[in-house]
């Protein structure tokens, strides 16, 4: 079964600062998806990145961007020059790309940025 | 312009009573999700169905039925409603194929309270 971890219950970062969030995931698939979700205090679940397993390019949306380690099954995510916006829980989640596997998601890591 | 809505946004109830929690997206997705939030454990699956003929149980379906009345439509009910059912509840829609296959689009969420 896969699973995934996020190892960083609670995390804080200065306004402008840079941060970067840890997820570590096992599955013995070699073609997936990962993903990282924002859940800000309005509750409602929002897209941030996605990397398909097969780029070795790591994926890049503004100031977020991802560190994908494949062999390490690892997939961080990087803020850049953090914003009190950024405040938010955020969901790592993984799925297969056999298209009949929903995605697994980790508990969370709360993000507070901080003025 | 939201394209997955939730029906109702809040609810409160009262043990044993049933609740149907009702899902609709603009998408034309053909998969869709439903997923219970509780603090700290992050996202877990309900029930899940890839097409209006589908329908799987996800990791906590007990408790729980489901119904895909149209492509559009997915809803949750609580036959005899429990104070642990007491959650945040999303609705979410995936398509397969496609620059985004697999990506999950969440709605706005339920708030449900079981007294």
């Known amino acids: 079964a896969q699973t995934v971890t996020q190892s960083q219950p609670e995390m804080s970062v200065q306004e402008a600062e840079t941060v970067t969030l840890s997820c570590t995931y096992d599955?013995?698939?070699?073609?997936?998806?990962l993903f990282w979700y924002k859940q800000p205090p309005s509750r409602q679940m929002i897209l941030v990145i996605r990397q398909e397993a097969y780029k070795q390019q790591n994926a890049t949306e503004n100031r977020f961007s991802v560190n994908f380690q494949k062999a390490a099954k690892s997939f961080s995510l990087k803020i850049s020059d953090s914003q009190l916006g950024d405040t938010a829980m955020y969901f790592c989640a993984f799925t297969t790309n056999s298209g009949n596997t929903p995605l697994v998601f980790g508990k969370g890591t709360r993000l507070s940025v901080i003025a | 312009d939201a394209d997955v809505t939730q029906t109702p946004r809040n609810r409160i109830t009262k043990t044993g009573k049933r609740i149907m929690l009702e899902c609709s997206q603009t998408k034309g997705h053909d998969r869709m999700y439903w997923y219970r939030q509780d603090p700290g454990l992050g996202l877990r699956l309900i029930y899940y169905s890839f097409d209006v003929k589908d329908i799987n149980k996800g990791e906590i379906s007990d408790g729980y039925s489901v119904s895909r009345q149209a492509q559009a439509k997915f809803s949750l009910s609580l036959e005899s409603a429990i104070p642990n059912q007491t959650a945040l509840y999303f609705c979410?829609?995936?398509?397969?194929?496609?620059?985004?296959?697999?990506?999950?689009?969440f709605g706005p969420g339920t708030r449900l309270t079981v007294l």
């Open positions: 979410a829609t995936s398509d397969l194929g496609g620059l985004n296959t697999d990506t999950q689009y």
């Open positions: 599955t013995s698939e070699n073609n997936y998806y």
